[in-house]
């Protein structure tokens, strides 16, 4: 009686405030309109011909043998880069938490490569392995005299998105290495089992939750992945590539929606799986955090070779980035590596630079505080509200995280060039630079929430209520009490929503009309032609404009953010 004579209240007290219902109101709209209708719209696209419902597109699309192979090789990519990512990944983990580190040198090394992923444009890699290890590459032509190597097709993608994704895995299996109890691997030693025995039986059955969570992560994202497929899959289809080609290459936008479908339920079938039965799964079975310090590994039979192993393969990584700046300073990559700045005059003076960079750094400037406040407003809804809609709000959210960037792509063209919105002002949306900004704000809007959701869940309640009880409105309560207390997680999402949307391609290059020019579509646009110094020019320009943000980010949060109060 009294649990629902206190529901009751809360559901007074909550009509009772305006902003609150208006909010959640606009919040609801906005993702239905630019999350589930243009999927809505590929469904019906799919299955609606002339006369009606029919399963003549699919019947059409699946006899088609350049579909049927794409999904194959995406699958084929998909497994290996998970399973590789995932195990290499584990192994960084592994010798950042388990092994005592020689020098601070080696921390930071990791920390390097886990970062580098995030600031840098997603085909960055598929550049240098081509300039590494192609026809012309400095080391299969001029160190190892091999004139012949393609690294295009399966495995050239398979290793590039392998060292694009393993920071992922590293930075996830971390937290939950971090996690594990001492005490339960120490008394297996003490009862005489070696390390390995230890590991096997002890350290990864309590992580496999983890690990199977960082495979599935990875699996989506390979199999989403556009940017890298696109440069160096040759002839090597993969079913992002193969949408693209079919609704740019043969304008068959019934059968690109139909083989959308097909990407979108692999992808949603692994997203429900890794959130809903992984995720819960790896937090039960490691909950809260290690009792007590670490008895970090010093033997030197198990440190060097971890440790060596990870450093060479780091290094490696780093100097697959540092490739790039190079590739824009010789004179011509293969034949001429006189230096020259050449290639960074004709990107501003003959292929109009300067409109590239501005358009792209406007567009993702007005998008990144959308995204962060839109993010945090969800964040503060889902943790610290109870209302009939909540869970509607957390999954729409979330799942943009699982909806390939051609697959969204596809779906607003469908859905806001025709569709239901033939006319009014979503119709005029199509063609022009808010739709780029929505589409960056959906696809950086499940990064921001869940940081926001995790920042928030440490937050006492105590401290918003007291300012409800002295009569504020939620308004003044989010502005004024919550957003302080996380402003570090805020100004976070600021950036890498900025980064993302500054390197972001998959989605926008369907939707980008000849009035933007963005640096991503223009550094495709020159690797598929071949002209590397005028790609790895504009690559440049961009990673240094990325991590100039995240430098700004790091030092206006040490200075104006939440953890020097904190301490102490």
């Not at 970062?115 to 032509?141: A, C, D, E, Q, Y």
């Not at 079938?269 to 039960?284: D, N, P």
């Not at 729409?396 to 859905?415: D, E, F, H, Q």
Request: glycine share 8%.
């Amino acid at each position: 009686m009294a649990k629902s004579q206190s529901t009751e209240l809360d559901r007074k007290k909550f009509f009772a405030d305006p902003i609150m219902v208006t909010t959640i109101a606009v919040l609801i709209a906005f993702l239905t309109v630019f999350i589930l209708y243009p999927l809505a719209i590929l469904l019906v696209d799919s299955f609606m011909g002339d006369d009606g419902p029919t399963m003549s597109i699919f019947a059409r699309v699946m006899a088609m043998p350049n579909f049927r192979r794409a999904i194959t090789n995406t699958l084929k990519v998909g497994f290996l880069t998970g399973i590789a990512s995932s195990l290499i990944g584990l192994l960084f983990a592994y010798v950042e938490v388990y092994v005592k580190l020689r020098t601070r040198l080696m921390s930071g090394l990791f920390q390097v490569v886990s970062m580098l992923p995030v600031v840098s444009p997603p085909f960055v890699l598929s550049l240098s392995m081509i300039m590494l290890f192609g026809k012309s590459g400095i080391i299969t032509r001029f160190l190892l005299g091999i004139y012949d190597n393609s690294v295009y097709g399966f495995w050239g993608i398979a290793i590039v998105q392998t060292l694009t994704f393993f920071p992922v895995c590293y930075m996830m299996l971390k937290g939950l290495l971090k996690n594990i109890d001492p005490s339960l691997e120490e008394a297996a030693r003490d009862m005489g089992a070696s390390r390995f025995k230890v590991f096997t039986t002890v350290t990864l059955p309590l992580i496999l939750p983890g690990l199977g969570n960082a495979f599935l992560v990875t699996f989506i994202e390979s199999i989403a992945d556009f940017a890298n497929p696109m440069i160096i899959g040759g002839s090597y289809d993969t079913l992002a590539t193969t949408i693209y080609l079919q609704i740019t290459g043969a304008y068959d936008k019934e059968g690109a929606s139909a083989m959308a479908v097909v990407l979108l339920c692999i992808t949603l079938v692994m997203f429900m799986v890794q959130k809903y039965w992984l995720e819960a799964k790896s937090t039960a079975t490691l909950s809260g955090k290690a009792s007590r310090m670490r008895m970090l590994i010093e033997d030197k039979s198990v440190t060097i070779p971890l440790t060596v192993l990870c450093s060479l393969f780091a290094i490696f990584v780093i100097g697959m980035y540092v490739c790039v700046p190079f590739g824009a300073l010789f004179r011509t990559w293969g034949y001429d590596f006189h230096l020259t700045f050449k290639w960074f005059g004709q990107v501003f003076k003959r292929y109009k630079g300067l409109k590239a960079f501005k358009d792209s750094f406007l567009l993702s400037f007005i998008s990144a505080p959308i995204t962060a406040l839109l993010s945090m407003i969800i964040s503060y809804l889902v943790v610290k509200r109870n209302f009939r809609g909540k869970g509607f709000i957390e999954f729409v959210s979330m799942l943009a995280m699982a909806v390939p960037g051609t697959v969204l792509g596809i779906g607003y063209i469908r859905g806001f060039s025709a569709g239901v919105f033939r006319t009014g002002f979503l119709q005029g949306l199509y063609g022009t630079g808010a739709i780029l900004v929505i589409v960056f704000v959906v696809r950086s809007l499940p990064t921001g929430t869940r940081s926001g959701i995790s920042a928030l869940r440490q937050i006492d309640k105590s401290i918003e209520e007291s300012a409800y009880d002295m009569g504020a409105d939620s308004f003044t309560v989010f502005m004024t009490v919550t957003l302080p207390l996380i402003k570090d997680s805020f100004l976070s999402g600021l950036v890498t929503a900025f980064v993302r949307s500054i390197t972001a391609i998959s989605a926008i290059i369907l939707l980008v009309t000849p009035q933007y020019l963005l640096i991503t579509v223009q550094i495709n646009e020159f690797a598929e032609k071949g002209s590397y110094g005028i790609a790895c020019a504009f690559a440049t320009i961009l990673i240094l404009i990325t991590y100039g943000a995240v430098l700004l980010m790091n030092l206006f949060i040490k200075f104006f953010g939440t953890s020097r109060y904190s301490e102490g």
